[in-house]
């Protein structure tokens, strides 16, 4: 946990100096939490598996913060109309995700009695991710008519980069539960390709949602996010084999709460 929050703690200052450079020029400020169920996409179960997409799911919650280019706090009057400071907001965002992870599909069906099926069976894992980063959100409809209650929700799409901490755990019940023993793990995988070992990495992070106007000061918020990560890691196992496509990624569907900062 305390070389998580070191891995972060750069990135964070980097993220204050410049809400802070931002708020000298009169922009105003939202800040608000998040939170939701996640479906975690990685090398355990089967691509494109209903039962693996249901059963690897986890649970996110996070802190997030928006410069708002419509509005001025220093002054309580809307900034030069343009349509940058119409349409864009920026938000910067530290969040953390848990999902427990196990083997599903046709793999470890009941009717496999093989010492495969029941090495896969056997293993399991923990996806665990700190992460900080930037997104920039865009509202095809007025930012400006929405503050002013014009109407009641402001969809929105986004697009960002964030830094991750990942600490995976592994588990296996199989002989004698070494998880430094490959022979405990599924034959059919390159040697190394477990590793609880903590690290970090960089994603780059999509969203589509809609805001809703609870009040004048307050919106609720759903978004739907794609992330993918720039490593095969997160979930401490990388099997390199030829149906790996793809380094891991997850879906989470956010529901949160904004509050506007005078």
Known sequence: MVRNIKRLFLPLAFLLFMQLSNAQLG????IGVIAGPIAYQSDFGIRYDFETNSGNSGFGIGIVHYINFAYRADCNCYTTDKYFNDHFKLRSEIAWNKTTLNHFGKWVDANRTSDAADKLRAHSGEAQNWDIGMQLEYFPRSIRAFLAGEYSFAP??????????FN?????????????????????????????????TWS????????YKLTILSD??????????????TDGLNHQL?????????????????????
């Not at 922009?27 to 939202?30: G, R």
């Open 204 to 211: 780059i992070v999509s969203s589509i949602g809609t805001r």
């Open 220 to 233: 609720l918020m759903v978004d739907l996010r794609f992330q993918y990560f720039f490593s095969d890691w």
């Open 168 to 200: 995976p755990s592994v588990e296996t019940t199989y002989q004698d539960l070494n998880i430094e023993n490959a022979n405990n793990f599924y034959p059919g995988w390159q040697p190394g390709s477990i590793s609880a070992e903590n690290g970090s």
């Open 242 to 262: 030829s149906s790996n496509k793809s380094n891991d990624w997850l879906v989470w569907l956010n529901f949160g709460y904004i509050y506007y900062l005078d």
């Open 27 to 30: 922009f105003s400020h939202e």
């Open 156 to 165: 929105f799409a986004s697009l960002g980069a964030h830094f991750v901490s």
